[in-house]
């Protein structure tokens, strides 16, 4: 078997197929996000799951149902394989008896932007791109700089002006240049943009390029098999971009093509984010397949600080197809649940993760969560990173 099934590149919008052996951004007829496909019968004929499961820690392993052509080209920091805690403390006191945490703070770079940044990186060197630029709110940009010093490629990261130090500092530190822009995520792209034009430079933004999408995935094979693949009935994700979201849900589709999922479970995906920039909350609640964008952005979750999402639709169309939700937390919700989180059970998360944590008594609340589920959270990154 090929070490990588990959086939071709699909638009997520116009279902046009694409030559996966050449750098690609965004779909060359539609502009819209590109997703990648397997020869997943060959896998389901030729690939077991217990065979995955037996073979060294890491993302790497699902290496047949991920870009990479060749073992050589894997550029690894040891992302991936992390633990999936029950927090027992913080159930009893909020009322959920299966409340579990997959946390991704043990990642390289303290985030889960490790995986797609792993992926993303090794994929765009193999097809040759020699320098690499990046928006961000803040970690993609850390975790791109690190893959690309890691695979000797040049790196630029776009970041406001008002992202935390330590992200810019990070980004330094790994030899990626920095440049500071006023305003959002979303002025930072714009000037991206203007470079990209220029030439010379590969584009790795949010949907905008098809393989950190296939690192983040990772997440939803890792949970199938730590789940003995009957899948959880909820699972929390603090949404910006929505990537990891949409790349969850794609990971569970292939494993049902595969069939290696043992129940009929498929989890409802909800979409957490801060009151001070929730998209996809408002567009949720209208019934509303895209999004808006969101008008004087601001929160101390700073990886959820994106105003307009350039895959809203695939992260809608989860939200809707999954009958999960979405859900808004303030900033005062986000701390009191961070220090929550850390006081019952020691795990200092992001503002991001703590969201998740806040969504909860909301959605207990609304009915929407019953008490026996078994419900896992996401916490992204780790609070360390938001330090003064
Ligand atoms: C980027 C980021 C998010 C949001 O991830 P998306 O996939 O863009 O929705 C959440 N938490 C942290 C810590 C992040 O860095
Ligand atoms: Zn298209």
Redesign the pocket.
Known sequence: MRYSLLTHLECSRCHRHWDSGKLQNVCPDCQSPLLARYDLPAARAELQRESIAARPRGMNRWHELLPVQTPENVVTLGEGDTPLLNLPHLGAAIGLSRLMLKD?SLNPTG???AR?QAAAISRAKELGAQQVIIP?????GGAMAAYASRAGLVARVYMPADTPHSNMQECRAVGAGVVLVEGLISDAARAVSEVVRQGGWFDVS?FKEPYRLEG?KVMGYELAEAFAWDLPDVII???????????IWKAFAELEELGWLNGPNRPRMV?VQAAGCAPVVRAFEAGEMTNTFWENAGTI????R?PK?YGDRL?METLYQSHGTAVAVSDEQIRAAQLQLGQSEGIFA????AATVAALPVLLERGWLKNDERVVL?N??TGL?YLP
């Open positions: 991704e985030t889960f932007k797609g961000t709110a803040g970690n993609a949010t983040k994700y603090p949404a910006g971009g929505g990537m990891g979201l949409v790349a979409a979750a700073s990886g959820l994106v999402s992260m992001a503002p991001e993760g996401l992204t990154g990173k």
